[in-house]
């Protein structure tokens, strides 16, 4: 699977420019999109599974062109948007089977089996007989994921995955979401949590202000912070300048103050060493010194 992003921008009725010449190529794996809150990552997401138009410019999915072969393009998506509601009197498995019925599943038997299968996945199986609208939030999100994935769509788009879901909810929902990613599909994953990219995703995108800051691999990012993170231990008066001078992305109370570190373009302090970044530090980094980059 490939999906080729030329010059895509948005701006909405209202003027306001959500996406600016949005360059990128995701291929097979999973691809995280980071940014702050109003970055424009929704906005991109909305347009990839065709339920808005860009401005301007193309996406292009195995060669189809997402406004001309939409009906084709479709057929391969399943989409988790951020605010999944459903408004259903269907139990929990008639919901499930309603959405594998639209994915194209006609057989009944076959879709049935899909139903438990995915039932038992997202662990729904013991309240499939609940409505699906008196499930726990934790709950209807689940059910969000298994109506996106029931039809084995070849492109998943899921927009702030783990929002709503509980420490295990969110484990569970890694581990679906890297089994499917071993196989010829691209998964697409939105978030502000950098925790929910690190350890799953191939490659990654900064979107802020509507632009791509960066694309590539974790590992990537986080070689570019290299040598512009520092530890050090400081006292209350000092840690305040500090807090004007640097960004802060840690700060851990000690007996004498506190061990702080510190992401900077350049950080000639007596008392700090250097340290691995990892990639909150590269993230942090990136966003604030990213002028200076270039
Ligand atoms: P993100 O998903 O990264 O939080 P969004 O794509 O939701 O970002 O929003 C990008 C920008 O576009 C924000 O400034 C937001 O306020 C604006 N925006 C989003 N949707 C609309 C809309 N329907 N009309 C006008 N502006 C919008």
Known sequence: MKIKIEDLSKVYKNGKQALSNINLEIENGMFGLLGPNGAGKSSLMRILVTLMKP??????????DL???????RKMLGYLPQDFRFFTKLKTWEFLDYAAGLSGIRNKKQRLNKVDEWLEKVGLFDVRERNANKLSGGMKRRLGIAQALIGEPKIIVVDEPTTGLDPEER???????????QRDVIIILSTHIIGDISSVCKNLALLNNGSVHFSGSPEELVKKAKG???QLNTSGFEYEMLKEKF???????????WEVQLVGDKIELENAV???PNLE???VYYMEYFNQEG
Not at 171 to 181: A, M, Q, V
């Open 55 to 64: 401005t301007n410019g193309s996406v292009r999915i195995n060669g189809f």
């Open 67 to 73: 406004q001309k072969d939409r009906g084709e393009i």
């Open 171 to 181: 484990i569970r929902f890694r581990n679906i979401l890297s089994e499917i990613s």
């Open 228 to 230: 512009h993170v520092w």
């Open 247 to 257: 960004a802060v992305t840690s700060t851990i109370p000690t007996a004498e103050g």
């Open 274 to 276: 250097e340290i691995e």
């Open 281 to 283: 530090h590269a993230y």
